[in-house]
């Protein structure tokens, strides 16, 4: 539980934080960090607007995307204690659990006959299908280095303090921050600031939303940051005491969200041919971790 609240408290200032980040880069004031919770609530005071050649699928797609990513968020753990949903191998749920919101995304964006939503759709699958084995990869070699399949369990025998454990937990950082940039399409994979149907993925893709719908699928998005962020946080609380993390759960928080903002600030989009190598390389990352662990563990032939 105390996992689960700390992410909704960190939902609330994450997009706030990298847009501030953004600004101060660029010299400028900008907006305040609870502009994205303002831009929510303004969205929920209006209606939705439907097209004819929607169908079902299109009006409940926002609301299984945000139970989706709330039933993963569900199974993170806050250090040695358990999330409200744990048991072993509990992390495949979370990866599907969250394919789940995906596909309803994506067959939503079908749903609305545009050509341009289905172009996106299709980037959108393409690149969850190129960083899904990531993530399995470098759960894996944590499970193999702890002996623990799952996250609750894994993150509790995770000891930071040695080399290999300090080396394994920061490959697995930069994976996960990165996967989180990519699930949000966020740069170098996408710009969200884009409006050229050209080179959007997933502002295409939600281009009919409006009103409560649209507030639905931003508060997801901010959620799923939060919980990336999180399984990060975890990697480096361990066991330690509540008091000290709690902290230290917010201060990986705000880091993540500078980290954002700052290579959002200093990095250029890449060309939309160079994204699926991009992607991949993270999949090479997690798979040179796993033949470490291996190694380490003799179990290589």
């Known amino acids: 539980m105390t996992s689960l609240i700390l992410i909704l408290i960190s939902a609330l200032f994450f997009n706030g934080i990298i847009g501030r980040v953004k600004s101060i880069s660029a010299g400028r004031k900008g907006p305040g960090v609870m502009q994205p919770v303002r831009d929510v609530i303004r969205l929920f005071r209006k209606g939705s607007v439907y097209s004819e050649t929607t169908g079902p699928v299109?009006?409940?797609?926002?609301?299984?995307?945000?139970?989706?990513?709330?039933?993963?968020?569900?199974?993170?753990p806050f250090g040695s204690k358990p999330g409200l949903i744990s048991f072993s191998y509990d992390f495949v749920f979370f990866a599907y659990a969250l394919a789940l919101g995906k596909f309803f995304c994506i067959i939503a964006a079908l749903d609305t006959g545009s050509s341009f939503e289905g172009m996106g759709a299709s980037r959108e699958a393409t690149y969850s299908m190129l960083a899904e084995p990531a993530f399995f990869l470098i759960m894996g070699s944590l499970a193999m280095m702890t002996g623990h399949s799952s996250f609750q369990s894994i993150f509790a025998a995770i000891q930071p303090s040695s080399p290999m454990g300090w080396t394994l937990a920061v490959i697995a950082a930069l994976i996960l921050l990165i996967l989180a940039m990519v699930e949000n399409s966020r740069m170098p994979v996408d710009d969200p600031k884009t409006h050229l149907e050209l080179t959007m993925i997933h502002e295409v893709m939600v281009l009919d939303n409006s009103g409560i719908d649209l507030?639905?699928?931003?508060?997801?998005?901010?959620l799923k940051f939060a919980m990336y962020a999180a399984l990060i946080a975890n990697l480096f609380i361990g066991s330690i005491p509540v008091g000290f993390g709690i902290p230290a759960f917010?201060?990986?928080?705000?880091?993540?969200?500078?980290?954002?903002?700052?290579?959002?600030?200093?990095?250029?989009?890449?060309?939309?041919?160079?994204?699926?190598?991009?992607?991949?390389?993270?999949?090479?990352?997690?798979l040179l971790a796993v033949f470490g662990m291996m190694l380490i563990a003799g179990k290589t032939i």
């Open 215 to 222: 507030g639905l699928i931003f508060v997801t998005g901010y």
């Open 250 to 286: 917010l201060a990986v928080q705000f880091a993540c969200a500078v980290i954002i903002g700052l290579n959002e600030s200093f990095t250029a989009r890449y060309r939309m041919n160079h994204n699926p190598q991009f992607i991949f390389t993270l999949t090479c990352i997690a």
């Open 58 to 76: 299109f009006r409940i797609a926002p609301a299984v995307y945000l139970a989706s990513v709330l039933a993963a968020c569900l199974c993170i």
